[in-house]
Structures are given as C-alpha cells and as structure tokens.
C-alpha cells in the first residue's frame, strides 16, 4: 500500500490538517494516511501542551467516518524526543512491502534540514510538500543544496486551499472566550470545552 505519514502535534487537529490529508490522499493516489501524533515535539516546549491521550482522542474524533484516515500513536509509546526518522524505521521494520509518503508542510520543509538525520529520511520516504499560507516554498535548487541531487526524486508537492488557521491561534481563542466554530470539527470543539482545555 502507499501510505502517507502525517506528524504533529496536534494541539487540537483542525480543519488545515484535515484538509491538507485528503488533498494529499487524492493528489498522491494514497491509500491511507496515517496520523502520528507526537509524543515530544522535537522543535517544541511540550511543557503545557495536552497529553497524549487527550490528543490522540481528538484526532479519533476529527477523522471518524473516514475509510482512509488512521491514527497509529507509536510516537505516544515511545521515550524522549519523537524523531521522524525513527518512526519510519520502526513502520519499515513492522510494515516492510509499504511504501511511505511523508507529509509536511511548507513551514517543515523549509526547517528539514534541522531534523535529525533528514538525508535518512529521504532515503526512507518520499516527501510529500504542502504550501501553507505566507511561507514560500523552497525551489529545487535550495533543496539539492541542502540534501544532494536525492530530493530531486524524493519530492511531490500538494497544493491546497490556504487557510491561516494553526492550532497556536485555536488554543489563544479558547483562552479568550472566542469562538472556534468550524475551525476544528464540531466533536473536536466539544471535547475542548468538556475537557477545559487550553484555558490555563
Ligand atoms: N494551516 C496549515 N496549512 C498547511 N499546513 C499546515 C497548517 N497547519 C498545520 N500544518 C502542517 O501540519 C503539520 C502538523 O502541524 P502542527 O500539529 O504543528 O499544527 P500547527 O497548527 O502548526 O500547530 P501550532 O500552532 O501548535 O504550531 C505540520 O507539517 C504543519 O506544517
Ligand atoms: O525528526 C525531527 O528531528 C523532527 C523535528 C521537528 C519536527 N518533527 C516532526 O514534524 C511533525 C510536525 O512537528 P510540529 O512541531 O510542527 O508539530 C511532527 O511529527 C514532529 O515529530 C521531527
């Protein structure tokens, strides 16, 4: 099967993630996506963020009724900083005839070469690269440079409608008694308010 891996932390999953994985189901001919959260954050405090369980609850909530969409919470069992790297060695070892796809937005892709091992990466998935509103995307030469001619083959892009929206500005509405309606599913937004979430 062609696989899509998308990471992050999801603090809550929103309509952009949403979005952003069925556009890369269609436009790549995936089979499944599957979402990872993170269980440490590498570039992240995770100090104040939601636990594990609270956000892989609101990812199940989010993808409910989708044939194609998955949550494998592998990084949420595993000690220290979620590398990605070490995820997709664990999904080659337990799923070796897969073919994965690693899906990351325009902000990521611009940051890859910060991550732990990114040559291994490529060698390890395709990626799959998603714009993201006022982040310009890196052009094939910036990347060669960075990671060598392996990315000229190692590279799809997806595009998607852009909407500004990040669970950063989610959490701050909370916090001010905005609303969030649609920003997130309706279950999502919900579970927010049951679990008084984000209000510190
Ligand atoms: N609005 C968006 N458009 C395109 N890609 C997005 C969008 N929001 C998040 N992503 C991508 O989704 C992945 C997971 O993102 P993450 O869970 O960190 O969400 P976020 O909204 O960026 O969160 P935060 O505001 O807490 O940093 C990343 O690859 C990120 O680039
Ligand atoms: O492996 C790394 O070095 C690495 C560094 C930064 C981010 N990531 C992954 O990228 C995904 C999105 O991260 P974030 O911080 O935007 O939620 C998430 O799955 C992280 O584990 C991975």
């Given amino acids: 099967m062609r696989i899509g891996i998308f990471g992050g932390t999801f603090d809550p999953v929103h309509i952009a993630h949403l979005l952003l994985a069925e556009q890369c189901r269609e436009q790549c001919d995936l089979d499944e996506i599957w979402f990872v959260p993170a269980g440490s954050p590498p570039h992240k405090e995770s100090t104040g963020i939601s636990t594990g369980k609270q956000r892989r609850e609101m990812l199940d909530f989010a993808i409910a009724g989708h044939a194609n969409f998955v949550v494998k919470d592998l990084e949420l069992h595993r000690e220290g900083p979620s590398y990605t790297i070490e995820t997709l060695r664990q999904l080659k070892t337990t799923h070796p005839d897969d073919e994965f796809f690693l899906i990351i937005g325009a902000d990521s892709v611009r940051d890859l070469h910060t991550w732990r091992e990114p040559e291994s990466i490529l060698e390890l998935a395709t990626l799959i690269g998603v714009n993201r509103p006022n982040i310009s995307l890196p052009d094939l030469s910036e990347l060669t440079q960075k990671f060598g001619e392996i990315v000229q083959s190692k590279i799809l892009w997806t595009t998607m409608p852009g909407f500004e929206i990040s669970s950063t500005d989610i959490r ?15 279950a999502v937004e919900v579970y927010i308010y049951n679990n008084r979430l984000y209000l510190d």
Avoid: A, F, L
């Fill in 172 to 186: 701050n509405r909370i916090r001010q008694n905005k609303s969030v309606r649609y920003m997130t599913p309706r």
